[in-house]
């Protein structure tokens, strides 16, 4: 059970603002190492912030020693009741610059409110202009952290640290998603339609379509997570990886097989042949936006390659 924030003394309370400025200066320090490679501008800023951050956890601590002496109590965020509780976001092994973002504003806006709280509960007048100065750095603090994003843009910072995490998204993201989907697509038009073609039972067609989606998923799944570890490559966690492969191959297969859920055979087939139309579509058109291949050029490889597969499948459930 943690301590009511109403009843700290003086001397937790400086405990406390002491032990705040260092973890959130260490925090701010990891967030820069971590960001450095890719985003230099944001790494620069929450270096400079992680600096300033040590100058308060120093007054503090002169403070301290003058009022206090050399002793200082072990004092925590999480032995006082109040305090919103941080995720580690740090330790993620992926890490997005919106994320740091978000987190630096949300840790200066609770320090801020902090001081500003505490500083009117102390006696001594040396000790509450300290906090009410450190109170107004604070917010400073929270209002650069709010517009960083306009320095960033006016700077021409942002426009570069955004075509990095671009680069990171497509390439975490999109490529293993566009692997599967396409696999998932592809893959599954040729046992579906040869087995509707082969029973023209709508209910046979659906079992063999989903089957075959699932089976597809989790041997894309699996080969996308262990084909990389995404240390040196920097393609992210492999598990996330593979989970977002496996998933958009099992959906490209589903989205086909659902219509034989119909009845009906032949409006089952028709369906299922457009919701084929759209997602090589779909397929092509996300190779366009993020994988910089020219719609036509996408669209003639990826609907050719669908084709020859559904032509296939239904030669060999008609034979």
Known sequence: MGKSFHELTEREILSLAISLEEEDGRIYGEFAERLRGDYPATATALARMRDEESTHRRRLLEA?????????????????????????LWLARTLSVAQVRREAEMMEFETRRFYEAVAQRTTDAGIRRLLGDLAMEERRHSELAEHFDREQTASGARAEEDATQRRIFVLQIVQPALAGLMDG?????????????ATHNSLDAFRVGLAASVGAGISMGFAEALSDDGALSGRGHPWLRGGVCGFMTTLGGIGHTLPYLIPDFNMATGVAGVVVAVELVAISWIRNHYMDTRFLSAAFQVILGGILVFIAGIVIGSA
């Open 64 to 88: 301290y020693q003058e009022r206090f002496g050399e002793h200082l109590p072990l004092m925590r965020r999480q032995d006082v009741k109040g305090f919103v509780d941080r995720k580690p």
């Open 185 to 197: 697509s592809v893959s599954t038009l040729a046992p579906l339609f040869a087995a509707a073609f």
